[in-house]
């Protein structure tokens, strides 16, 4: 009997996270999330833990509890993340850490960790998310850019870091998806980003978790950084 598919999902209370529960539990899979709220749904086929994804000790906690109940993991897919749309004059401290530390810091601890149970079945599959404010290089976002530029950086360097444990490490940046991510973001500034794009829309749920169920195919061995 073929094992379950064991997949983790930072990032999903809401949004694009919440679709990703939605979306691989009805594939059959064992989902794992995370969130620093609870959740006001129930899935099938899915357990979830409230804490912050840079807060060590919870998540280390809540990996041991995975290795525990599960075995194994499969995926994970880095989801969470903040932003704030500010001239970098205006950016406090108080901001600049926080969006490091969900976004950099929490994927990079979420990668570790993850990485320490997939070794053991030389398997994994590892999508962070970055953002296509990196390459276009959005006023505003000094901040929010950098730290996804961060998680570009990382990825490629742990994609040849993990390659020996049969583990690939990927990521996506999305082009604007209607989300309480953006919800803040003006209108004018929204449509001015997506004139810049080849396909002149906002994306949509269907269009990263195409790309995702690319990246986490058993089929896509050799695709990593």
């Known amino acids: 009997m073929k094992e379950q598919i064991t997949a983790l999902i930072t990032g999903t209370r809401k949004g694009i996270g919440r679709h990703l529960v939605h979306h691989y539990t009805n594939l059959g899979f064992q989902v794992i999330g995370c969130s620093r709220s609870e959740i006001d749904f129930s899935v099938n086929n899915y357990q979830h833990f409230c804490l912050d994804v840079c807060d060590e000790k919870d998540v280390k906690r809540m990996f041991s509890q995975i290795r525990k109940s599960y075995g194994r993991l499969d995926i994970l897919i880095n989801n969470a993340g903040i932003a704030s749309m500010n001239h970098a004059l205006l950016t406090t401290m108080d901001t600049v850490h926080k969006i490091y530390g969900t976004n950099v810091f929490g994927t990079f601890l979420f990668c570790r960790e993850a990485a320490k149970i997939m070794q053991r079945n030389q398997y994994g599959r590892i999508v962070n998310f970055s953002t296509v404010a990196v390459p276009l ?5 000094a901040i929010y850019a950098s730290s996804k530029a961060a998680v ?6 742990l994609s040849r870091e993990f390659a020996d444990l049969g583990i690939t490490v990927n990521a996506i940046g999305p082009t604007p998806v209607k989300t309480d991510l953006i919800k803040s973001v003006p209108e004018e500034k929204i449509n001015q980003l997506m004139q810049r794009q080849a396909i002149n829309r906002h994306g949509d749920f269907d269009d990263i ?10 089929e896509s061995a050799f695709i990593t950084g």
Not at 137 to 141: A, S, V
Not at 210 to 218: A, H, L, R, T, W
């Open 137 to 141: 290089k959005l006023e505003g976002e």
């Open 152 to 157: 570009i950086s990382l990825t490629q360097i």
């Open 209 to 218: 978790t195409n790309v995702i169920d690319f990246f986490i195919k058993p």
